[in-house]
């Protein structure tokens, strides 16, 4: 902001302001929008009063884009490029995790990684923006229907980690005609053949020098790990180093520390097999499956953080299958889980498969869950999400939003 002789003020659009004062004044037709104090470049009172909102919001975003390119820069180090130089030519070459480098032995490391990786996070602060400073988000709504939002969209950032369970599941959301696309915004970060440590890594990758608190679900887990002989002792070892990194990122953040909760396992049939089913799996894992599914909700029911929503995320176990206990609620499936004996993979176990639910068209070689199901599985996790703003962190709901039917706003009413 340049300060003439006169004492007028000279604003400028793209001008650098660092006024460590109130944040703007934004009012919009459904939400009121502050700046949060950890903002690098705050607005002035008086432009607050005298820009319209509508370029208050485009400056705010500008700046909220910008940090996030420098957080994911900040990551890749010194020398990225090397790396880049002699191996950005290989086919499936990922420059996202190979450009990030591991802490190996108290020394950072760079690895070679080909994989198919999809970061929203990345795609945005690569997108081009309009005048207002909004993108094309293709994570809200299917390709035929593209639409526009603002990349800020709150304090605390939604994050799905996934394998190729959810990878890049928007591009076949034109499958499923009654899907019109999610009304909240979560950043997906998938990739195929993800294994928790290689997960761990995308994550730290994109979102490990966040200066904003990070919500994360992980989903897929267990598919890729088990089918290379890895234990269910080591899976969950892994997933609990996962969590002690997510919980890391902005400990003291105004609006309340990280969260992390773990999805339970699709069960494949190419590598289980229940009750009625008539295939013969490549590997039978069916009671290393379940055992880990177990391990995983007793996981989450033991979480001590501090929103109780993170003890119920997804259970993605029922998709694909036929299950004997569907309808059951929160409760009796806790008091359930923790009379269960741990390791007899009894808690959870499917009655038979659901074949018409799966993509591939050999039973044997069926993996992945068809583009109807994985629209299903991503709208749990955007649903999840919601349960988990309704505690005060971020209260983000529908505008059609009840809260005499929601389940959610009447259990916080009761506690209260």
């Known amino acids: 902001m340049n300060v003439e002789a006169d004492g007028e003020q000279e604003v400028g659009l793209l001008a650098r302001l660092r006024s460590p004062t109130k944040p703007p004044r934004t009012r919009t037709r459904n939400t009121t929008i502050y700046m949060p104090d950890e903002e690098a470049e705050l607005l002035t009172d008086f432009q607050a009063d005298f820009i319209p909102p509508v370029d208050q919001m485009t400056e705010i975003n500008l700046q909220h884009v910008e940090r996030e390119y420098d957080e994911y820069m900040r990551g890749k180090g010194d ?3 090397k790396m880049r130089d002699k191996f950005g030519d290989h086919q499936g070459y990922c420059w996202i995790c190979s450009e990030h480098p591991k802490y190996v032995r108290g020394m950072n490391r760079y690895f070679l990684v080909k994989h198919n ?3 929203t996070l990345v795609d945005r602060i690569h997108a081009p923006m309009d005048k207002y400073s909004q993108y094309r988000c293709r994570e809200c709504a299917p390709l035929d229907r593209l639409e526009k939002h603002y990349a800020k969209q709150g304090e605390r950032k939604l994050v799905c980690v996934s394998s190729s369970t959810l990878n890049n599941w928007i591009k076949r959301s034109a499958a499923n005609k009654n899907f019109d696309g999610t009304y909240l915004h979560v950043d997906w970060e998938c990739h195929a053949g993800g294994t928790v440590l290689s997960m761990k890594h995308a994550t730290r990758a994109v979102y490990g020098l966040s200066e904003n608190p990070v919500d994360v679900v992980v989903a897929g887990v267990g598919i890729n790990d088990l089918s290379r002989g890895k234990s269910v002792k080591a899976i969950m070892s892994d997933l609990l180093k996962f969590k002690q990194m997510v919980l890391a990122i902005a ?3 105004r ?3 990280s969260t992390f909760a773990v999805c339970t396992p699709v069960h494949p049939p190419a590598y289980t097999r229940y009750g009625w089913d008539k295939h013969t799996p490549q590997k039978d894992l069916s009671d290393e499956f379940c055992s ?3 391990q995983i909700m007793i996981f989450n029911l033991q979480s001590d953080q501090q929103n109780q929503q993170t003890q119920h995320p997804p259970q993605l176990h029922r998709f694909g299958v036929h299950m004997h206990n569907s309808k059951e609620d929160k409760a009796t499936r806790r008091e359930r889980v923790f009379s269960t004996t741990m390791g007899e993979g009894q808690v959870g176990r ?3 498969h659901r074949y ?7 039973l044997n070689e069926k993996v992945h869950l068809n583009d109807n199901k994985r629209v299903s599985m991503a709208t749990a996790v955007v649903s999840y999400f919601r349960d988990l703003h309704h505690d005060g962190i971020n209260h983000l709901t529908p505008p059609n939003h009840n809260k005499r039917v929601c389940r959610v706003c009447v259990r916080i009413q009761n506690k209260n």
Do not use: M, Q, V
Not at 356 to 362: L, V
């Open 79 to 81: 020398d990225y490029h």
């Open 117 to 119: 990786h999809t970061s």
């Open 251 to 253: 400990p003291r953040h």
């Open 255 to 257: 609006s309340g520390p």
């Open 292 to 294: 880990l599914t177990n």
């Open 350 to 352: 499917p009655a038979n």
């Open 356 to 362: 018409r639910d799966w993509r591939e068209y050999i």
